[in-house]
C-alpha cells in the first residue's frame, strides 16, 4: 500500500515545529530560566541544544525518513528484538499524553472562566478549590470532577478530528494550530512588555548569575528541558519523518524545527516576565515569589491575577488560553499520531479512522484517574517518572541502536545524500559516544535523587506505584509485545 505523504514541505515544518512547541515553552522554560541563573541558563541551554537536541531531532529524522515506518518498525529492522525501543517510546508518549490532555481540558474550563473573570480574587483558591477540588492528601481519591470530565472529552474530540485521516488531516490543522499561538503569544508579549514594571521582570529573566554555570543540576536541568522541548524520544519525529519521501531534505529541517522552537520558548519568557512585573509592580508582592511559581501554578494562579488586572482582561485572559491550547494541541495529536502510525504498520488495513478513534479512546479513558480529586498529585508523579526516566533510557538506547548497530556512519551517508547541509564526522561521536554518556550520567544522577529523597514529599508507597511501578509496566510491555511483534 502507498505510504501517506506530507502535502508539502513546510507542512511537515509546521507538524515538527507544532509538536516541539507546546505548553513546555511557555510554563517549563521561563521557570527554569529563572531558577537557573537568569541569562546565564542560555548558555547550557544552547549548548544542550547543540550538543544534543539539533544531533538527536536529525536521527529521528533520518531514521524515520529512512526505513519509511514509526518507531517500532525502524528500530526492529535495524535488529528484531530492537522494535522494543519503539514500544518503550510510543508507551511513554501514550502515558504522557493521557495527562497532558487533562491540562489541556483545564485550558478549556478557563477559557470559559475568562469571560467575566470567574476566579475572582483568590486565583489560587478558585484554581485548587472550585476547579480540581483536591483533596487534602495523596491517598485520598475522591471523584471524578465533572467539569473537567466533560472538557475532558471535548479536548479528546478535538485531537480526534485532527488525525482521525493521518497526516492527511493533521496537515490541515496545523495550518491554524502552528502560526494561531505564535499570533496570540506577540499580542501578549506587546502588551506585556508595555505594561508599567515590566522592566523590572525582564531583567530578572535577562540579568546572568554566571555562578549557577558551576552547579550540576543547571546543566542536568537544560539537558532534560531540551529533550522535553524537541519532543524527543516519543517516536513522534520518527512517524513524522516516515512520511516524508526518502529523499527530502533532513538537516536543513532538523536545524529550522530546532531554532524555531527555542527562538518561541526565549520570546515567551519576555512575555511571561514582563507580565509579571506589571504584576509585582502592582500587587506589591516580591517578583522573586512570583517567578518560582512552576506548571500549574504559574498559568493557573499567576497569570489569571496579572491578567485580571490588566485593561480589557478578558480580552486577554481569553487570548492566553486559547494560546495555551492551541499550542498544546498539535504536541498532544503528535504523541497520538505516534502510536496510531505503529499500530496502521503493524495492521495497513485496518482503516485510519478507526485505529485514530481507538488510539484516542484509549488516551481518554488512561486520562481519566486524573480528573480526580487526587489528580493531580497522580499527574505530578507520573510526570516526574517518565521525564527523569522514560524519555532518557529511551534516548540511551535510540543513539546506542543507531550508533554501533546501525552505524552512525551508515546513516549519515545518507542524511548527506539528501541534505543541502552536509553534516561531518563530528556527528558520528556525538550519536555514539558523548550523548550517550550525557544521558547515563544523567539518568543515574536521576535515580541517586530519587533514592536518597522521596520524589516530591508524597508517602513513598504512591510514589512507588506512580512513579516506580508504572516504569516498570512500561519496560515490561516493551519487551513483551517486542516479543509477540515479530515477523
Ligand atoms: N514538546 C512539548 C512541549 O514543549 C511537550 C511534548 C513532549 C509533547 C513530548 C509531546 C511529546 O510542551
Known amino acids: 500500500m502507498e505510504r501517506d505523504r506530507w502535502s508539502s514541505k513546510l507542512i511537515f515544518i509546521f507538524a515538527a515545529v507544532g509538536s516541539a512547541v507546546g505548553l513546555g515553552n511557555i510554563w517549563r522554560f521561563p521557570y527554569l530560566a529563572a531558577k537557573y541563573g537568569g541569562g546565564a541558563f542560555l548558555i547550557p541551554y544552547l549548548v544542550m541544544l547543540l550538543l544534543i537536541g539539533i544531533p538527536l531531532l536529525i536521527l529521528e529524522f533520518a531514521i524515520g525518513q529512512r526505513m519509511q515506518v514509526g518507531a517500532v518498525g525502524s528500530f526492529s529492522r535495524i535488529k528484531q528484538r530492537l522494535s522494543s525501543i519503539g514500544f518503550g517510546a510510543v508507551l511513554s508518549g501514550f502515558i504522557v499524553v493521557s495527562y497532558y490532555a487533562v491540562v489541556m481540558a483545564w485550558c478549556l474550563l ?135 519521501h526518502e529523499k527530502s531534505d533532513i538537516s536543513k529541517s532538523a536545524i529550522t524545527t530546532s531554532l524555531l522552537n ?22 506589591g508582592v516580591p517578583l522573586q515569589e512570583l517567578a518560582q511559581s512552576s506548571g500549574p501554578s504559574l498559568a493557573f494562579v499567576v497569570f489569571p491575577k496579572a491578567l485580571s488586572m490588566m485593561p480589557f482582561a478578558a480580552v486577554f485572559a481569553v487570548s492566553f488560553f486559547v494560546m495555551l491550547i492551541t499550542l498544546g494541541i498539535d504536541s498532544a495529536f503528535s504523541l497520538v499520531e505516534a502510536v496510531a502510525t505503529v499500530v496502521h504498520d503493524k495492521y495497513p488495513h485496518v482503516k485510519r479512522e478507526h485505529v485514530s478513534l481507538w488510539v484516542s479512546v484509549a488516551g481518554f479513558l488512561t486520562g481519566i484517574v486524573f480528573t480526580t480529586n487526587a489528580g493531580l498529585y497522580y499527574l505530578d508523579i507520573v510526570d516526574h517518572f517518565i521525564t527523569s526516566y522514560g524519555l532518557v533510557l529511551v534516548g540511551i538506547l535510540e543513539t546506542l541502536a543507531v550508533g554501533w548497530l546501525y552505524g552512525a556512519a551508515k546513516l549519515r551517508t545518507y542524511i548527506n545524500e539528501v541534505s543541502d547541509i552536509k553534516i561531518g564526522i563530528w556527528w558520528d561521536v556525538l550519536i555514539k559516544l558523548v550523548i550517550p554518556v550525557l544521558l547515563v550520567l544523567l539518568f543515574i544522577s ?16 504512591y510514589v512507588a506505584i506512580f512513579g516506580w511501578g508504572m516504569l516498570f509496566v512500561v519496560l515490561l510491555a516493551s519487551v513483551f509485545l517486542s516479543l509477540f511483534s515479530e515477523e
Not at 480574587?121 to 483533596?135: E, M, P, R, Y
Not at 497526516?167 to 508579549?189: A, F, R
Not at 535577562?206 to 555562578?211: G, M, R, W
Open 446 to 461: 536521576g535515580i541517586y535523587k530519587d533514592f536518597s529523597q522521596v520524589y516530591g514529599g508524597y508517602p513513598a508507597k
Open 110 to 244: 478557563y477559557i470559559f472562566y475568562s469571560f467575566g473573570l470567574k476566579w475572582g480574587a483568590d486565583t489560587k483558591g478558585f484554581f485548587f478549590s472550585n476547579v480540581l477540588h483536591i483533596s487534602p492528601n495523596i491517598s485520598q481519591m475522591g471523584t471524578v470532577s465533572v467539569p473537567i470530565l466533560l472538557a475532558l472529552i471535548v479536548v479528546w474530540a478535538l485531537i480526534y478530528f485532527s488525525i482521525w485521516k493521518g497526516v492527511k488531516s493533521v496537515g490541515q490543522v496545523v495550518l491554524v494550530t502552528m502560526p494561531l499561538p505564535v499570533i496570540l503569544l506577540i499580542v501578549l508579549l506587546i502588551r506585556g512588555i508595555t505594561l508599567p514594571g515590566a522592566i523590572d521582570g525582564i531583567l530578572l529573566y535577562l540579568k546572568p548569575n554566571f555562578k549557577a554555570l558551576l552547579d550540576i543540576e543547571v546543566w542536568q536541568a537544560a539537558m532534560s528541558q531540551i529533550f522535553f522541548t524537541l519532543s524527543l524520544a516519543f517516536g513522534i519525529m520518527i512517524a513524522y519523518a516516515s512520511y516524508q
Open 262 to 283: 527555542s527562538g518561541i520558548s526565549i520570546v515567551a519568557g519576555f512575555a511571561v516576565f514582563s507580565t509579571l512585573g506589571y504584576m509585582a509592580q502592582s500587587s
